[in-house]
């Protein structure tokens, strides 16, 4: 879990540095983040809280510490962060042998981004599949949601 998170904040920490036109080494940001175990109805659902700051910190010559405020993101970047998040989360899921790529779906993989496509049917959000033994060391792919 503690690196999903470290995913996350790293994909939204870069864009709010690249939108100020600084590098890592120059600004900081910060989050505070509340991990949820569980949904309303006391089911399993783990899932991130966080609150980002609205900006990064740049430190002056003079040792001061300046904040530079960025704008909400667009429909379009939100969109974008989010599919990053999805897909660099899906990768490390996949390294550590807890997804496989779901082959029948691998069309929604593309490069391309498209709000569109993000939000049509449930089904279009299918991409990888649990990987669950077998007692004969076999797996079995069940279908899971982003």
Request: glycine fraction near 8%.
């Amino acid at each position: 879990m503690g690196r999903v998170l470290g995913i996350v904040y790293r994909v939204i920490a870069t864009q709010l540095v690249k939108k100020t036109g600084h590098t890592h080494d120059a600004a900081k940001t910060g989050a505070v983040t509340l991990i949820q175990r569980f949904g309303s109805a006391l089911n399993l659902n783990i899932h991130f809280h966080m609150l980002f700051l609205d900006g990064v910190y740049v430190e002056r010559p003079n040792g001061t510490a300046r904040f530079h405020w960025v704008k909400a993101p667009t429909s379009r970047e939100f969109t974008q962060l989010a599919y990053t998040i999805a897909q660099r989360v899906g990768r490390f899921l996949e390294r550590q042998g807890l997804l496989e790529q779901d082959a029948e779906n691998s069309y929604l993989a593309g490069d391309v981004v498209s709000e569109k496509r993000l939000s049509f049917t449930p089904n279009g959000s299918i991409r990888y599949q649990l990987k669950t033994p077998y007692r004969d060391g076999t797996t079995h792919g069940k279908k899971s949601r982003q």
